[in-house]
């Protein structure tokens, strides 16, 4: 299976900015795409932000401008930087990674979640 595991959320001021970061472990034989999620109480998921393995990206309207995502491909690392943050960015943030493990003679597809971070911007 594939593990991911997120770092970076916390407590910023409105205005200010954060950088979140997934790492991606496991049989991974490839990742076609890592992104990034966010979930607010009582509320459905929704992207955030996503990028393919070849370097396309793709913004929730309200992310452009504000938010950029890159990905290391020798790390398998995905960042999240967020600037100019607002109250609203406030959210459980989850990072998300598709593609293949497992051995050489036999692989699988996966849908890999993290385990969320929480972002808080203060007013």
């Known amino acids: 299976q594939v593990q991911l595991v997120e770092s970076g959320g916390g407590l910023v001021q409105a205005g200010g900015s954060l950088r979140l970061s997934c790492a991606a472990s496991g049989r991974i034989r490839s990742i076609n795409a890592m992104g990034w999620y966010r979930q607010a109480p009582g509320k459905q998921r929704e992207l955030v932000a996503a990028?393919?393995?070849?370097?396309?990206?793709n913004y929730a309207d309200y992310a452009k401008g504000r938010f950029t995502i890159s990905r290391d491909n020798v790390l398998n690392t995905v960042y999240l930087q967020m600037n100019n943050q607002k109250p609203e960015d406030t959210d459980v943030y989850y990072c998300?990674?598709?593609?293949?493990?497992?051995?050489?003679?036999?692989?699988?597809?996966?849908?890999?979640w993290g385990q969320g971070t929480q972002v808080t911007v203060s007013s």
């Open positions: 998300n990674a598709v593609g293949a493990y497992g051995p050489v003679e036999k692989s699988y597809e996966y849908d890999a």
């Open positions: 990028i393919t393995f070849g370097g396309p990206t």
